[in-house]
């Protein structure tokens, strides 16, 4: 795992996010000077509600002036090289907005789109937790449940007792499992087959391969197995896959008509960008196409910033789960990215100010998508590089957001 810590502003420690990490390295500084120029950018506006028009004068020219300020950092951030082009889209108090600026490929330069679709990787860990937690509140399983209770016979062996560890557990990552990614199964197994599949069974026999972080309980690692384990018991409690789960419980009732669960596909459905992957001597590569079968339930999504700005907005408003397990979901664990619930996280703004979500980072793509607790301020941004570079670049972009 490797963390990094935004300079000023919302202190957000970022985990080794999906494939032992995406994101290279410890960062310290903004990186090269600007060697690109972005070469062009769009914006939308989407009124959604007509309260607007009810506010005072001054403070709508004020929103409009702190928009044009998010907008001008993320021009800012595009002027690097390594960072292609930002997509992000939000809602502040009703309103609507996207934005997209730099290129979407360097190979072709051609113009980014605020609607383009992108690989949401660990942010499909929410959408994965929310599943479990409405299972919960439908009293079809129990977050205390063990893991033997519902995949009896699987987690076991090389110091692994299913017994020992439970679903609440796998969703805060406390559970102890290691992680069947690594740097090699990152840097050279996956780019070096990418069309391979991976099934559940043989992901979770090369986690079981290594042995316990720690005890169940007794420390905290993030580790894809706990969401992959999730997945499978979604499937064993309702006879669906979590892919049809996620589909039938969030992705059609919210109208979601971008968002995917991938599975084996190899395909962005809709417009989107060339993804550029980063290998080790810090050479940029296209790796749009790839099979997200070994990122399972724990990060094969695609969507757009529409569709997250939703699914948060929904999620974080009360709408997708009671209270009840709205406060289960907001129970925390410590960790070296913050308060950690399940499936989300929190990240603080210099002020004090909390805001609610979760990073995504696959090959060729980098994404965020936090809010505020009621839904009423969402922010979403994926950038189409892992380079070192991106970390710092969406944090400018969060502290601007987000900062008062």
């Known amino acids: 795992m490797k963390s990094f810590t935004i300079r000023k502003g919302v202190t957000l420690t970022l ?43 001054n403070e709508k020219e004020k929103k409009r002036k702190h928009r044009e300020e998010v907008k001008r950092v993320m021009d800012q951030v595009v002027t690097n090289k390594r960072v292609p082009s930002v997509v992000a889209g939000g809602l502040q108090d009703g309103e609507r907005w996207s934005y997209a600026t730099g290129t979407a490929s360097f190979e072709v330069p051609r ?16 959408f994965t937790a929310t599943v479990v937690l409405q299972l919960a509140q439908e009293k079809k399983l129990n977050l205390d449940d063990s893991v033997e209770k519902w995949l009896p016979g699987v987690i076991k062996g090389n110091g692994y007792d299913g017994n020992k560890i439970t679903i609440r557990q796998l969703l805060n990552h406390t559970s102890g499992l290691a992680s069947y990614t690594d740097l090699d199964f990152r840097d050279i197994t996956l780019p070096q087959n990418p069309f391979r599949y991976y099934s559940s069974d043989e992901l979770i026999s090369m986690g079981l391969a290594k042995p316990p972080v720690y005890a169940p309980g007794k420390g905290w690692n993030y580790s894809n197995m706990n969401t992959l384990l999730a997945g499978q018991i979604i499937q064993k409690v309702t006879g669906d ?38 290998d080790r001597s810090g050479h940029l590569y296209d790796l749009t196409e790839i099979s997200q079968s070994w990122a399972n339930a724990a990060g094969d999504m695609v969507s757009t910033t529409k569709d997250l700005t939703t699914f948060f907005s929904s999620l974080l408003g009360g709408k997708l789960l009671n209270q009840e397990m709205m406060d289960q979901m907001l129970t925390t664990v410590d960790s070296p990215i913050g308060k950690v619930g399940l499936g989300i996280y929190e ?31 969402i922010l979403v941004t994926c950038i189409n590089s892992v380079a070192q570079e991106v970390t710092p670049a969406h944090n400018k972009i969060i502290d601007k957001e987000f900062g008062r």
């Open 241 to 278: 896959t979590y892919a049809e789960q996620i589909r039938k419980r969030l992705i059609e009732p919210l109208g979601m008509t971008g968002t995917f669960v991938m599975e084996n596909s190899h395909d962005i459905p809709g417009k989107h960008a060339t993804g550029y992957n980063m």
């Open 15 to 57: 985990i080794a996010i999906l494939a032992g990490t995406l994101a290279y390295g410890t960062v310290h500084a903004e990186g090269q000077t600007a060697t690109y120029q972005a070469i062009d950018k769009a914006a939308t506006t989407d009124n959604i509600l007509s309260s607007e028009s009810a506010k005072e004068p």
């Open 347 to 377: 990240i603080k703004t210099a002020d004090g100010q909390s805001y609610w979500g979760h990073a995504g980072g696959t090959f060729g793509f980098e994404s965020r998508a936090f809010g505020s607790l009621g839904g009423q301020h």
């Open 111 to 126: 113009p980014v789109e605020p609607d383009f679709s992108f690989r949401i990787g660990s942010i499909t860990k929410t």
